[in-house]
Structures are given as structure tokens and as C-alpha cells.
């Protein structure tokens, strides 16, 4: 039984940063791409980010959503089956839950494709 389980959430001042956690288990974590999503009240939900699986010695593919380019890195440590988000410069607007997910493949994750996992996500708040 495949298990994403978020943590790290938070709330936090404007400015702030905070490091979300997604550890994987019932899974070959190193077969699969890791990443996350968020959505706000009332609204879709929005790519963050996603990092391939290893391609090469320590190689990896990222992709970010345009709203958090350059705030947000996304990382992945292989031997612990976990992934990372870390956020910095917190904005209000950031405010969301933020979910992980996993797939097999990089593509299509800001396309709205079905991904094979999803965690039940963790709440971060930016206070203004």
C-alpha cells in the first residue's frame, strides 16, 4: 500500500520560510517522480513543483509553477524515500494546502494529467 505523508505545515509571518516533507512508503521511490501541488479555498488545484526521478549520477529534472519560480526548491533524498519543498518568501497568496504526489513520469504534471499518488496534504498559512 503506497503512503505519502506530508508534513511541515505551518503558520508563518509574510516574508517567512518553511520546509514541507513528504515521506513515501509502499513504493520503489526512486522509480518515480515526486512533487506537489497546492490549492486555496474556493480555488483549482495549482502545480508547485516536480523533480524527476534520478537520470544520471545525481541528475534530476525540475519543473515549477511560474508563481513560485525562484522562491520555492524542490529536493529529494532518495535514501530517506522523502521529498522536499523549501519556501521563502512567503506571500499570503501562498497561502493553500499542499499536497505530494508521485508519478512515474515527469511529464505532464502542470497539464492536469492523472498522477498514480497523492498525500492528504498539509495546511500552511502566510500571515500579511
Known amino acids: 500500500q503506497v503512503q505519502l505523508v506530508e508534513s511541515g505545515g505551518d503558520l508563518v509571518q509574510a516574508g517567512g520560510s518553511l520546509r514541507l516533507s513528504c515521506a513515501a512508503s509502499g513504493l520503489t521511490f526512486s522509480n518515480y517522480a515526486m512533487g506537489w501541488f497546492r490549492q486555496a479555498p474556493g480555488k483549482e488545484r495549482e502545480f508547485v513543483a516536480t523533480m524527476s526521478r534520478p537520470i544520471g549520477w545525481r541528475t534530476y529534472t525540475t519543473y515549477y509553477g511560474d508563481s513560485v519560480k525562484g522562491r520555492f526548491t524542490i529536493s529529494r533524498d532518495n535514501a530517506k524515500n522523502t521529498v522536499y519543498l523549501q519556501m521563502n518568501s512567503l506571500k499570503p497568496e501562498d497561502t493553500a494546502v499542499y499536497y505530494c504526489?508521485?508519478?512515474?513520469?515527469?511529464?505532464?504534471w502542470g497539464g492536469g494529467k492523472t498522477l498514480d499518488y497523492w498525500g492528504q496534504g498539509t495546511q500552511v498559512t502566510v500571515s500579511s
Open positions: 504526489a508521485a508519478d512515474r513520469s515527469i511529464s505532464g
